[in-house]
């Protein structure tokens, strides 16, 4: 049976989500192809800039191109400190864009590494005001431990830095926090192939964030219907029960019965 394993859900906050690719939304050439794009992909879950939400200019206003059923998730893009990072949170909520929000709290201007004490120090805040809070960070097992004690509906570690489509080069790291963890872990960030998404999904995240390598491939929206297509196939392996990785061969039939024995 082809397609998604039924009964297969993703449960955030009080929301069960049956795809299991999220879709950011910058870096498109132009935004009127984000509609096919979150179509292609299957997409539920969408991340914006709060900067790109302007409700006096449609053809600015990202959110103008968001699909209805979509689940918007502001994030803090911009922030540099937690104060920054809520201040930012708050205004996406007053603006109606409901109470998900992906915390980003950066101050590295060169690699855009998040700072995990101050995404901490957010995710506690916003949690007990009732936002449904997904924060991005650099994988660390105790950080991540921090941010479920803080209250995150999920953890969102990178898999490269942002932008780089490098792939899954923090793997080791995510997977400690994959195994560890009793909340959804998202790979957020550097996932430039669909083949590495379906990788992430086969050593168990329970979804991955994209944007780079979507909005600047040749064709976004195919290349967004790949993506979603890796995510599901990887999401199968890792339920499916991968074999053991051996060292040496072992034959897949019996090594009996040779021709002149």
């Excluded at 914006?48 to 939400?53: D, P, Q, S």
């Excluded at 540099?80 to 101050?107: D, M």
């Excluded at 490269?160 to 957020?188: Q, S, Y």
């Excluded at 960030?189 to 050593?203: D, K, L, W």
Aim: with cysteine; aromatic share 4%; net charge negative.
């Amino acid at each position: 049976m082809g397609g998604k394993v039924v009964g297969d859900t993703l449960k955030i906050g009080d929301i069960e989500l049956t795809s299991r690719l999220f879709l950011g939304t910058g870096k498109f050439a132009n935004n009127r192809i984000i509609p096919e794009v979150v179509k292609a992909s299957g997409s539920q879950v969408v991340t914006v800039a709060l900067r790109r939400v302007d409700a006096e200019h449609k053809e600015e206003n990202i959110v103008a191109y968001i699909p209805q059923g979509c689940i918007l998730m502001p994030n803090t893009s911009g922030a540099r400190t937690a104060e920054e990072a809520v201040r930012i949170a708050r205004l996406a909520r007053a603006a109606g864009c409901g109470n998900w929000i992906k915390i980003e709290v950066i101050a590295d201007n060169r690699y855009l590494l998040p700072d995990n004490i101050e995404t901490i120090k957010a995710t506690e805040i916003l949690a007990d005001e009732g936002f449904v809070v997904l924060p991005y960070m650099s994988p660390d097992l105790m950080s991540a431990k921090r941010l479920v004690a803080a209250g995150a509906a999920a953890v969102m570690p990178l898999g490269a830095p942002i932008g780089t489509n490098r792939g899954l080069k923090t793997k080791e790291l995510v997977k400690i926090i994959i195994d560890e963890i009793p909340l959804p872990i998202i790979v957020d960030a550097g996932i430039g192939r669909p083949s590495e998404a379906a990788e992430a999904m086969e050593m168990g995240a329970a979804a991955v964030l994209v944007n780079t390598a979507v909005a600047t491939a040749s064709n976004p929206a195919v290349m967004a219907e790949a993506f979603g297509l890796a995510v599901d196939a990887g999401r199968k392996a890792y339920l499916a029960g991968p074999g053991a990785i051996l060292d040496f061969a072992a034959a897949s039939s019996p090594l009996t019965g040779f021709l002149h024995e």
